[in-house]
């Protein structure tokens, strides 16, 4: 907007080979406080795709190819929005899709405290507007404990939260689900928490050992239709099962490379999982011949 304002990057450079790399990250926010239902709240925007611009949403979504079928969801990444993210961010979460409960999406639409406002961005930074939204809303429920998901619909890309007992609020119309993270961690005031605490005490704030599932949508995940008033189901969760990827072949010490994917009741591909603060065990697997003799056997690594 013809608007001048000082700025600060992180230049980054790469040499492999004969092919150097170089690109330009943010290395600046803006933040405030504003004031939400009487409540003071602290808030933070970050240029997340580094263009010099505050007020970018997200457009995610499946690329397809020519034939219309659905390969990928790249996305063109958007701006970041935080509310009160002062308690700190577990660095496990920070880099899944749907992040932190604090973490939002710049768009038209943000929900906090399960309610919806209009959200306005000036493209500096400098302002922002959040006013309560009038749209009209359904609910959507999961059996998952608690729940925090990413959803595509007319009005934009929004980010929900909620419990198996509290289904979370959704606008009227037809919602796909981008990802999703689901929290077993135990909170204080759980009576497995709670039992936790009387069996050791502890100098300082205790930290959580996170169990955390997260996981991206398939491309061809169908849309769910909200209704006013209604409440409809958001399918995705347990059980999980893996599978084993053929990766590739490599002639020159002949091995083949196999990757495991684990994947979810709606076809969704997990990408992370936190058990107690740890990743779980490695997974075995085992080759065998049309015989059922062992022809090798091993673990996937990392867990």
């Given amino acids: 907007g013809g608007e001048k304002m000082d700025y600060a990057f992180f230049p980054v450079l790469y040499s492999y080979g004969t092919r ?37 949403e997200f457009l ?71 006013e309560p939204s009038n749209t009209a809303v359904g609910r959507v429920e999961n059996p998952a404990k608690r729940f925090g998901t990413l959803m595509r619909g007319d009005q934009g890309v929004v980010k929900i939260s909620a419990t198996a007992d509290q289904p979370a609020v959704l606008p009227v119309g037809k919602w796909t689900l981008l990802g999703y993270m689901i929290d077993l961690t135990d909170q204080p005031g759980d009576a497995k928490a709670e039992k936790k605490g009387e069996l050791k005490a502890t100098a300082g704030p205790a930290r959580p050992t996170y169990t955390v599932v997260a996981a991206m949508a398939s491309p061809t995940a169908k849309p769910i239709d909200v209704r006013e008033g209604d409440t409809v189901a958001l399918p995705f969760g347990p059980p999980y099962h893996a599978t084993v990827d053929l990766g590739y072949y490599q002639q020159t010490n002949d091995s083949l490379y196999l990757g495991l994917t684990i994947l979810g009741s709606a076809g969704e591909r997990v990408t992370n999982m936190m058990v107690n603060g740890s990743r779980p065990g490695k997974p075995k697997f085992k080759i065998t011949d049309p015989d059922g003799k062992t022809v090798v056997e091993g673990d996937f690594e990392y867990g």
């Fill in 60 to 130: 995610c979504g499946p690329t397809r190819k020519a034939d219309g079928t659905s390969i990928s969801f790249p996305g063109a990444p958007g701006d970041l929005f935080y509310v009160d993210p002062d308690g700190g961010i577990n660095p496990s979460l920070a880099y899944d899709l749907v992040g932190p409960d604090c973490r939002h999406y710049v768009g038209k639409l943000v929900c906090i405290d399960s309610r919806y406002y209009d959200l306005n961005v000036a493209a500096s930074g400098n302002k922002i507007s959040i």
């Fill in 20 to 56: 150097p790399f170089a690109m330009f990250t943010s290395a600046m926010y803006r933040e405030g406080h504003i004031e939400l239902d009487g409540k003071k709240r602290h808030i933070a925007l970050v240029d997340f795709n580094s263009n010099g611009r505050f007020d970018d």
